[in-house]
């Protein structure tokens, strides 16, 4: 079974920086590819970006500000979050690409 362990979030003040980690077992990142989502208060879950065979797609509210890569050999996948803004405050995941499982979640919270 996939299980996914997301890490690194934090609070930081808008306009700095934080990298999120994926950790996942049970499945493989370089096969499936590996998407990242978030859900802010209130709000439904949106998607972020992922990244598959590779290639990597991103929303157009963070696209140039973050990235994503990946440690095929860590079977973890990165989001790095540059120039961060109150708006993208919210509990962050991730998800292997044609899997259904969700890791717990990890929170960003971005002070004004």
């Known amino acids: 079974q996939v299980q996914l362990v997301e890490s690194g979030g934090g609070l930081v003040q808008a306009g700095g920086s934080l990298r999120l980690s994926c950790a996942a077992s049970?499945?493989?990142?370089?096969?499936?590819?590996m998407g990242w989502y978030r859900q802010a208060p209130g709000k439904q879950r949106e998607y972020v970006g992922a990244?598959?065979?590779?290639?990597?797609n991103y929303a157009d509210s963070v696209k140039g500000r973050f990235t994503i890569s990946r440690d095929n050999a860590k079977n973890t996948v990165y989001l790095q979050m540059n120039s961060l803004k109150p708006e993208d405050t919210g509990v962050y995941y991730c998800?292997?690409?044609?899997?259904?499982?969700w890791g717990q979640g990890t929170q960003v919270t971005v002070s004004s």
């Open positions: 049970g499945g493989s990142i370089s096969i499936n590819g």
């Open positions: 998800k292997l690409v044609g899997q259904p499982n």
């Open positions: 990244i598959t065979g590779g290639v990597t």
